[in-house]
């Protein structure tokens, strides 16, 4: 069965620093999502990676996605308030359906001034 | 093109008491797929329904619940005798077809008294 384990669970910066969300799965996958949700709301598409290597920028927010470590990374460059929400990664498994897609347990950030 | 339209987006109900969960797609999609998500939690993948059809209902418990997608109106899940683990926010996502891009609802927030 396929798992996906996203790290931190919480995570707490100032405004201005960088760090790394990172996303891990257990089975093979070509497609991988990053998803962006706020407080009562939906979540909100931010990235979709399809192939070994992809690299996604939008903004200060910057998605990988390595298929053979089968590892994703968010990369957050000068977080401005604004960034705090919940991100998840979702990995679509080797049906590659959508019903077969599995969500990490979310990465709650909050940034400070 | 209005999005996912999900409603009630809360409802309370008290112990052995019945919820009714109601999502239209986007227009255009006949791929509805429904998820739970607990407090602190990711999603949780219960079903996934095509017009008419139960196409994976792998996720969702045996007994209580129950998924439809008619014809004509919104898919509607339905959570028989609830109880207060039911509590949760149920969202909803559409696509246009089983590798499409998934879109969500804002989701149904029951709670169970």
């Known amino acids: 069965e396929l798992k996906v384990e996203q790290n931190p669970l919480f995570l707490s910066m100032q405004e201005g620093k960088n760090y790394t969300i990172y996303c891990n799965y257990s089975t093979t996958s070509d497609r991988l999502y990053w998803y962006r949700q706020d407080p009562g709301k939906s979540l909100e598409s931010l990235f979709v990676?399809?192939?070994?290597?992809a690299v996604k920028q939008e903004g200060r927010l910057m998605a990988s996605l390595d298929t053979k470590a089968r590892l994703s990374t968010l990369h957050i460059t000068a977080a401005v308030h604004d960034l705090s929400a919940t991100y998840f990664c979702a990995v679509e498994g080797t049906e590659t359906n959508n019903n077969d897609m599995r969500f990490g347990a979310g990465t709650r950030l909050t940034v400070k001034p | 093109n209005a999005g996912v339209m999900q409603n009630p987006r809360h409802l309370v109900r008290r112990r052995g008491q019945e919820a009714r969960l109601r999502c239209s797609p986007m227009k255009g999609h006949s791929h509805v797929y429904w998820y739970r998500q607990l407090p602190e939690e990711g999603l949780k993948f219960m079903v996934y329904?095509?017009?008419?059809?139960?196409?994976?209902e792998s996720g969702m418990p045996k007994e209580r619940f129950s998924a439809e997608f008619p014809k004509e109106g919104p898919s509607i899940l339905r959570i028989q005798q609830v109880v207060r683990g039911d509590s949760a926010a149920y969202f909803c996502?559409?696509?246009?077809?089983?590798?499409?891009?998934?879109?969500f609802g804002e989701g149904s927030r029951l709670t169970v008294l």
């Open positions: 990676l399809l192939s070994n290597g």
């Open positions: 329904l095509q017009k008419e059809n139960i196409i994976d």
């Open positions: 996502a559409s696509s246009w077809g089983i590798t499409g891009e998934l879109f």
